[in-house]
């Protein structure tokens, strides 16, 4: 038995030693902040993240709520646009196909992600350079890259844009080729 192991004195004698009393301030203390947490709410009342159907026009008039911009592919026939919407302003738009359910949890569908990032051109420089990665220059003096282990995501970024944008499409191919033809674009 180590000294750390053996009781003291107040303890042997059936009482709470200051170690224990320690512990036992500490958990009630973490307790008393979780607690705190779970309860306090919100001070918008609003959740961390919001899904909607959303129509062309609801879509034209996002970027004017968010604050900044936002960017899809573009109208679809037949598809329910999915708008995401998180609180520290990430914002998605998914082309769901007729019959498919707001939130379904496969990743089959087209998305098209815009992320508020500070210097985002600077970190999708460093990611094209890495090996193994897709990487073009596109129009706008933008870069569009894509790692090896997640080819369906193309992200791609622009000068004086502190965004990210990210173009998702379970066909790699198809993801591509929306980003290099310059179809994904600000809503507008």
Known sequence: MTVEDRPDATEAAGGIGPVRLGAIVVLAAAAAVVTWLLVKGDDEKSPATTVTAASPDDLRKLPASVGHP???????????????????????????????????????????GTYPYAQALSYARSQANEAGTFKRTIAGHGIAFSSKKKPESVFFAYPRLDYL????????????????????????
Not at 76 to 85: D, K, N, Q, S
């Open 165 to 188: 944008f990210e173009v998702y499409d379970p066909t790699p191919l198809r993801a591509r080729r929306l980003v290099l033809s310059g179809r994904v674009r600000p809503v507008g």
């Open 70 to 112: 936002v960017y899809w592919a573009g109208p679809m026939r037949g598809v329910t646009y999915e708008l995401t919407r998180a609180k520290k302003g990430d914002v998605y738009i998914r082309y769901l196909p007729a019959g498919v359910a707001l939130e379904d949890k496969r990743p089959d569908f087209l998305t098209v």
